[in-house]
């Protein structure tokens, strides 16, 4: 299996612009999870979903922030406007079942920066 | 509130010598815990993880940890550092729901 999929790996963009985020996970998995990791405020939940359907999104920082989960092999997190203060590496993962106990598997990340 | 503390940011050992990683856990009742290991530029990757049970968990590349409920600890263990586990640690906790705390990270630096 190839793993959790993030794309793209590094992501420059200005200002005010539109970022969107794509994570695919592994396949057969049912949960799916986006983090955010930055210096200050370390690794954060941002939303998770369960058989495509948001399950927390108390995560999310502001309305700025949105993500979609269309299919079970597919999400994305989009930052409508960015801002510098996005600048991270947002990490997605996922685990195969519905219970916590599950280890859950990590992309390698999407590093961005907002100038 | 809910947190996870690993006390220290940073830690540097000789290659060859023994490590300890601290972290405590706050919590109302007994979290589930883990510890991951993140590489430089890539994703986190699990170590090991307690639930329930032998206190002393086994866990990937030569890693122990050991809950102490007493101590609200789960300190990471390896009797002998290799180079190659030069990187970041994060200790991590869950309770109900799938929202899972990680502690700041502790950036091993391993020397020769």
């Known amino acids: 299996d190839a793993g959790v999929i993030q794309s793209p790996r590094h992501e420059v963009t200005e200002m005010g612009q539109e970022v969107t985020l794509r994570c695919k996970p592994i396949?057969?998995?049912?949960?799916l999870f986006w983090y955010r990791q930055t210096m200050m405020r370390g690794l954060e939940l941002l939303i998770y979903?369960?058989?495509?359907?948001?399950?927390?999104d108390s995560g999310m920082p502001e309305d700025r922030f949105s993500a979609k989960m269309p299919n079970a092999s597919f999400s994305t997190l989009k930052i409508q406007p960015s801002e510098p203060r996005d600048s991270a590496v947002y990490f997605c993962?996922?685990?195969?079942?519905?219970?916590?106990?599950?280890?859950?598997?990590f992309g390698p990340g999407t590093r961005l920066l907002v100038l | 509130a809910q947190s996870v503390t690993q006390p220290d940011i940073h830690i540097t050992v000789s290659e060859g010598a023994s490590l300890e990683l601290r972290c405590n856990y706050s919590y109302g009742a007994t979290p589930y815990l883990f510890w991951y290991v993140q590489s430089p530029g890539q994703g986190l990757q699990l170590l090991l993880k307690y639930f329930s049970g032998d206190t002393l968990v086994q866990g990937i590349k030569g890693f122990e940890a050991e809950f102490k409920r007493s101590q609200s600890s789960f300190n990471l263990r390896k009797p002998s550092v290799h180079w190659s586990d030069a990187a970041e640690y994060f200790c991590a906790a869950v309770t109900g729901g799938f929202k899972t705390i990680f502690g700041a990270g502790t950036r091993l630096f391993v020397k020769a």
């Open positions: 993962a996922s685990i195969t079942g519905t219970t916590y106990q599950e280890t859950q598997y």
């Open positions: 396949s057969g998995h049912n949960s």
């Open positions: 979903f369960n058989n495509n359907v948001p399950i927390d």
